[in-house]
């Protein structure tokens, strides 16, 4: 039997399904301070999201000789919340969920796009404080405009599609990709990242952060993008993220749009969260989400799933299909 902590919360049938298979599961938020104390060596699996940090200091205090965990399950796909690292040096392996929640952040980005180049959001607040805008909201299609894709994982993939179907063309830059993965998906793949600022009107980010991605999107790079779609019209320059917080810079974002330089910012992630005095969200041609990609009950169902078979595998001595070290 194993012992099992959940601190930012499991769909009840993954919970179930884990006590069903003879486990005990304590779903208990816990302070970075409590995470640091050696709570840790209680169990022997913790399940997190993005809200609890399983930094070094928490990791090294969480297993001796006797006790501890050996088994850190990410409920999601970005792991730059645990010290991978020290938790390989610690025999602990590290996994997470990385197809479960991607349908839920395909849409949450399509929306954001639509919502940015249609005026939605602005739409309705203009109603809410009494104001007809029609003639001020006039917007532009996404058809005709090139789309440009920060890493092209599943997530980017399947924007991509959605974007092509409404007419969009699409580019991207990813290191890691094969070249026939964007030549299959019918995408330009780019050299480096500076060339999708040049040619894309849109720009939608979904690679990892890390000291190579932090602040990638900047001012000197907005700068870049052409203002003018393939087909002539004047669309104006768009940037939606929904992958993690800094890698845009908020504050040259900011100053972006203050100078009319960028048209629209849309994000559900942001570098401080939540993002308390934050001038950002207060700019009318900006519009964002608290962090919410992966929150459809769909998503959430299949992510529990996931990492309870994740954690049934690893306790019956098999190796969990998406171990990360």
């Not at 500076?194 to 900047?218: A, E, G, Q, R, W």
């Not at 790079?221 to 929904?242: A, Q, S, T």
Request: glycine share 10%.
């Amino acid at each position: 039997m194993g012992n099992i902590l959940v601190t930012d919360g499991m769909a009840k049938e993954a919970v179930k399904m884990l006590i069903d298979n003879g486990h005990n599961v304590v779903e208990k938020y816990c302070s970075p301070e409590e995470l640091k104390s050696g709570i840790l060596l209680n169990y022997d699996a913790i399940v997190v999201r993005s809200a609890t940090k399983l930094i070094k200091e928490v990791i090294i205090s969480s297993k001796n000789e006797n006790s501890g965990i050996g088994f850190i399950g990410r409920a999601g796909v970005g792991v730059d919340n645990i010290d991978i690292s020290t938790a390989s040096n610690m025999g602990i392996i590290v996994c997470n969920t990385p197809q479960s929640s991607t349908h839920s952040v395909v849409e949450l980005t399509i929306g954001h796009l639509l919502s940015s180049v249609r005026h939605i959001p602005k739409g309705d607040r203009s109603l809410r404080n009494g104001n007809w805008a029609k003639k001020e909201l006039r917007g532009t299609e996404l058809a005709g405009k090139n789309l440009g894709l920060i890493g092209f994982g599943r997530i980017a993939q399947g924007v991509g599609k959605i974007a092509n179907i409404l007419g969009m063309n699409l580019h991207c830059y990813d290191p890691y990709l094969p070249k026939d993965i964007a030549k299959n998906n019918n995408c330009k793949l780019h050299n480096n990242v500076d060339d999708v600022f040049k040619n894309c009107t849109h720009i939608s980010i979904h690679c990892n952060l890390s000291d190579d991605t932090y602040h990638l999107v900047n001012d000197e790079r907005i700068k870049l993008m052409p203002d003018i779609g393939d087909d002539g019209v004047k669309c104006g320059r768009h940037i939606i993220n929904c992958a993690r917080g800094g890698i845009v810079d908020e504050e040259e974002v900011l100053n972006s749009l203050n100078n009319n330089i960028l048209s629209s910012a849309a994000m559900d992630v942001f570098e401080i969260e939540p993002p308390v005095n934050n001038d950002l969200i207060n700019h009318e041609n900006f519009h964002g989400t608290p962090h919410i990609g992966a929150a459809t009950i769909e998503a959430q169902a299949r992510i529990g799933e996931e990492m309870a078979t994740l954690l049934i595998d690893y306790f019956k001595g098999k190796k969990p299909h998406s171990q990360l070290n």
